[in-house]
């Protein structure tokens, strides 16, 4: 099966380096990460470990957000926000933990959108400031 992405047959899926899919690391990045907190979401950023030259996304999604349906959903327009920012460049090096909070089912996808795009934009900031980060 193939994800389509809006422009024909272009696939659009995160491959598996750019994905958080270890406990230890998504633990790592809320206990020695910064933190963003924006209305849908809280942003976590650390530096990644072994992946260098990559940003890693990793979501979490509690009951409290709402049923499977809506936290799948929620999740799939969290991984297009985050393919399609511009400020992904610049958290290059990051790995990244996006918390959803319960409001977040509640936001059209172009508000939730708008919503992270300026938590990856205020991070990338954030991080091209931070003493003895490379660029």
């Not at 272009?10 to 910064?34: A, H």
């Not at 940003?55 to 959903?73: D, E, F, H, Q």
């Not at 959803?100 to 400031?129: Q, Y």
Request: net charge positive; with cysteine.
């Amino acid at each position: 099966m193939e994800a389509r992405g809006l422009a024909g047959g272009e696939t659009t899926r995160l491959r598996p380096e750019d994905r958080l899919l270890r406990r230890r690391d998504f633990q790592r990045s809320y206990r020695e990460g910064r933190r963003e907190h924006g209305v849908a979401a809280v942003l976590h950023a650390a530096p990644t470990t072994g992946y260098q030259g990559r940003c890693r996304l990793g979501i979490t999604a509690t009951r409290k957000v709402g049923g499977a349906v809506t936290r799948n959903r929620l999740k799939r327009q969290v991984r297009e926000v985050f393919r399609r920012s511009k400020s992904r460049p610049g958290l290059i090096g990051l790995d990244l933990v996006i918390h959803l909070k319960p409001e977040s089912a509640r936001l059209v996808f172009h508000d939730m959108k708008e919503d992270l795009d300026s938590l990856f934009a205020r991070m990338a900031a954030r991080w091209a400031t931070a003493p003895g980060r490379e660029r």
